[in-house]
C-alpha cells in the first residue's frame, strides 16, 4: 500500500513539474517572440514542447524527427527554427492575409515566422489582388525570402 502511495504522489509530482515546465516553454517562447518581433507558428511551437521533454526527461521521450543537436537549453535551439522573411510590396498598408501552412498567421511589422523544419507552403492574400504563393523545404535554421509583389 506504502508503495502505490508514493508512486502515485511521485506521478503526481512528476506531472505537475511536467505541466509547470510546459507553461514556462510557452512564457519563453511568448517572450522571445516579443522582444525579437517574430511570429512563431503553432507547428513550430508544437515542436518546441516536444523538444523541451527531452531536455526534461530524455529517457522517458520519445526523439522526435527534427530534435537539434544542442539541446541544452530552450532559448538557444529556439533561434534554430528556420525563418521566414516575407517581404511585402507595397508594405504599407498591413491588411494582408498571412497564411503558413494552412495556420492564419498576423501580418507582423518585421515579417518575421518561425516554422518548423520541413515542407512550408505560404500564402500572402490581399483583397482585389492574384494570391502571391510559395513553398519549398527548409532542412535547417536558415532563413527563407519570400516575395510578394501586390
Not at 6 to 11: L, M, N, Q, T
Not at 109 to 119: D, F, H, N, R, S
Request: some cysteine; glycine content about 6%.
Amino acid at each position: 500500500m506504502k508503495i502505490l502511495f508514493v508512486s502515485f504522489a511521485i506521478s503526481l509530482v512528476t506531472s505537475s513539474v511536467m505541466a509547470e515546465s510546459g507553461s514556462n516553454l510557452d512564457a519563453l517562447m511568448d517572450r522571445w517572440s516579443a522582444d525579437n518581433g517574430v511570429y512563431i507558428t503553432k507547428k513550430a511551437r508544437k515542436d518546441a514542447h516536444e523538444w523541451q521533454a527531452i531536455v526534461d526527461d530524455p529517457r522517458g521521450a520519445p526523439m522526435p524527427q527534427r530534435a537539434p543537436e544542442d539541446r541544452s537549453t530552450s532559448s538557444l535551439w529556439l533561434v534554430r527554427f528556420p525563418t521566414i522573411r516575407l517581404n511585402v510590396n507595397p508594405t504599407a498598408p498591413r491588411d494582408y492575409v498571412v497564411s503558413i501552412n494552412g495556420e492564419d498567421c498576423p501580418a507582423t511589422e518585421k515579417g518575421l515566422y518561425k516554422v518548423p523544419i520541413g515542407t512550408i507552403q505560404v500564402r500572402v492574400e490581399r483583397a482585389g489582388k492574384a494570391p502571391c504563393l510559395w513553398s519549398g523545404t527548409i532542412v535547417d535554421s536558415r532563413t527563407q525570402e519570400v516575395s510578394c509583389n501586390f
